[in-house]
């Protein structure tokens, strides 16, 4: 998998766009980009996930660079729901059992009033 | 929307008693996993199940632990000797045909 870079940290006041940075500079060309977040002490959640087009979901909007070297997740109007670890991972996608995401540290987004 | 369940949320033991983690995945999923996370570290893959076997596993999942799904809904992780450092929050995750993992909230476990 490729070696994924987030900062560790971040805040966005509430009702703002957060815009959390990815960056993946050895993706390869069968490797997705794959966001989840960890709301404090719950499972990891899915947001979403891409390959080279741009994403949007009911959740957020992911937007990968033209030379998929770097990704943006992007949630549109933060909540104080929406604090968090964020964790940007690339890998193989892959339907069988060998589809196994690896969580690094994340970005721990803090969304104030 | 269907959710991933896990029993108990919390469970404390003693030092080399065996402990038993249950979840209950959604139903239509296929794959199954357990994750852990000890306090202030990243989560880490433990375990991943298809079709009643086991698909891989990390270094963590030595011969103290296994997983098994008895009747075809619940999910198990049982530590056979439980020690200090198995102290950690589990994860049960599941998913269908796509790449959309979805996880429970957890079982804390604390090891006396």
């Known amino acids: 998998d490729a070696k994924t870079t987030q900062p560790p940290s971040m805040d966005c006041a509430e009702g703002r766009a957060a815009n959390l940075p990815c960056n993946h500079s050895?993706?390869?060309?069968?490797?997705?980009v794959y966001w989840y977040r960890q709301i404090h002490s719950q499972g990891p959640q899915y947001i979403i996930h891409?390959?080279?087009n741009n994403e949007t979901n009911e959740m957020a909007s992911l937007i990968i660079t033209e030379d998929r070297k770097s990704s943006t997740l992007i949630l549109p109007h933060a909540t104080l729901r929406d604090t968090a670890v964020y964790y940007c991972?690339?890998?193989?996608?892959?339907?069988?059992?060998?589809?196994?995401?690896?969580f690094g540290r994340g970005t721990s987004l803090i969304v104030h009033p | 929307e269907p959710e991933v369940t896990q029993t108990p949320s919390h469970q404390v033991t003693q030092m080399g008693q065996e402990v038993i983690l249950r979840c209950v995945p959604i139903s239509n999923h296929l794959y199954f996993y357990w994750y852990r996370q000890i306090l202030g570290q990243k989560v880490e893959f433990l375990v991943s199940f298809y079709n009643n076997e086991i698909s891989e596993k990390s270094e963590i999942f030595d011969d103290q632990f296994s997983v098994e799904r008895p009747d075809g809904s619940n999910f198990t992780l049982k530590i056979r000797s439980t020690k200090l450092e198995d102290s950690a929050m589990y994860f049960c995750g599941g998913r269908g045909i796509n790449e959309k993992l979805f996880f429970g909230s957890g079982t804390q476990l604390s090891v006396l």
């Open positions: 050895t993706i390869s060309g069968n490797e997705y």
């Open positions: 891409g390959l080279k």
């Open positions: 991972i690339v890998r193989v996608a892959s339907t069988g059992g060998s589809y196994i995401p690896t």
